[in-house]
């Protein structure tokens, strides 16, 4: 598995990074909360409903002093791309090998000195009331709390809260992650949606 070293990032990641940035000053968003104390840790990122998302959790990051990595694809990492992809901190997932991506994801995190791996549990925009739980699996495999956070864009405000440890008890964890939530964006009906299946929500699967 590739991965970064001490060197110079690249001219095109590092012009990407600055436009990114750029941007989302240009918006003018506000964060709400401050950095988690943890070295290593999962951020969720909820709720996704537009590219713009992306752009806030890039400066956002920044503004708090977190380098944001992200699962993706092995052929992604690929040359010429292999550089620009761990530069903007991507982590490559080969889900041709035995390993599951939850183990090779949870391997990343030990070999790591700080690892902040954002993760979107609707997996896409096109929101159907469930949350994966695959972030949940990887959090407990790699001994890492979440960080639940989230942006609100008609206000141009987003932040982070506490950590979360989880304890193996997927129900209980998932209500308080849903409670931090409802508490953000009371309004937000995809936070409503999450709540409500924290009461029929069965073991962990994935």
Known sequence: MPSATNRKPSLLSRLVRRLLIL???WKGWRIDGRRPEARKFIILGAPHTSNWDFIFFIGATHELGIRPSFMGKSSLFKWPMTDFMLD???VPVDRAKRANYVE???AAFAAADDLALVIAPEGSRTFKGDWRSGFYHIAMAAGVPIVPAWVDNAKLVGGMGEPIMPTGDYRADLAKIAAFYREKRPDCDRF???????QTVGEMKK
């Open 88 to 90: 903007m901190g991507g």
């Open 23 to 25: 941007l989302y000053r």
């Open 104 to 106: 090779q994801v949870a």
């Open 192 to 198: 409503v949606a999450l709540e409500k299946s924290t």
